[in-house]
């Protein structure tokens, strides 16, 4: 049996692009307009980081709570449109089914979880889940990964990572954990490979299709 560590943004549910418009609208109330190709490229990144990592270290001091909040605010204005990928719940079932406990990975905020939840009608498949109140570092460091191992008691030389972007499989790496990556956070399979992905899969989908030739078989 493995630990099957499914990320939940932009993995398991199509939240990517309302995030990134989100972020670019935060910044743009702030005064600060920024590409919005650049703001993708960091979708993924734990969001407390986001601002440092977009401008620099005196725009996160001097306004980083204040854009933060106003990007929560208009995320949860276009959560009601994020609907789960293709394949997502399939996915967890047959892992389910091959016996791997299956924890779902997220930092976001309790309210947001439980909504993904709800659309994946999880809460009684999944074996466990984290919220952004079990980790004191978001990714790419690995407080997300160890948090979801801890949640089952599994260990990382039995986990597998399932996630969407570079940000996910760094913070497995650093966890000992071999990251499995797919497509739709809009990150190339070479960039996701050059991160170490172990395989790369066009979507959830063609992941649940192909577990046979993964770990995770």
């Known amino acids: 049996m493995a630990v099957a560590v499914l990320d939940i943004d932009g993995t398991l ?3 990517n692009y309302q995030h990134a418009i989100s972020w670019y609208r935060a910044f743009r109330r702030h005064g600060i307009v ?6 993708h490229r960091h979708i993924g990144m734990g969001g407390d980081q986001v601002v440092k990592a977009l401008t620099d270290e005196r725009t996160d001091r001097e306004q980083g709570d204040e854009i933060r909040a106003s990007e929560k605010e208009l995320y949860l204005e276009a959560i009601e449109e994020v609907e789960p990928m293709e394949g997502s719940r399939e996915l967890i079932e047959e892992l389910r089914r091959r016996k791997h406990a299956v924890v779902l990975a997220s930092s976001a905020k309790e309210d947001e979880v439980e909504h993904y939840l709800k659309l994946l009608d999880a809460t009684e498949l999944a074996d466990a889940w984290t919220t952004s109140a079990d980790v004191e570092a978001t990714k790419p460091e690995p407080d997300l990964v160890k948090a979801a191992l801890e949640r089952v008691d599994g260990s990382a030389q039995a986990a597998v990572m399932v996630g969407d972007t570079p940000w996910d499989v760094h913070a497995a ?3 000992g954990v071999p990251t499995i990556a797919v497509l739709t956070g809009g990150f190339a399979i070479e960039e996701l490979r ?11 989908a063609e992941l649940c299709a192909g577990l046979d030739r993964t770990p995770l078989r």
């Open 194 to 204: 050059e991160s170490g992905a172990v395989e790369v899969f066009e979507s959830v």
């Open 173 to 175: 790496r650093k966890a």
């Open 13 to 15: 549910v199509d939240t």
């Open 34 to 39: 920024l590409p919005i190709w650049r703001v």
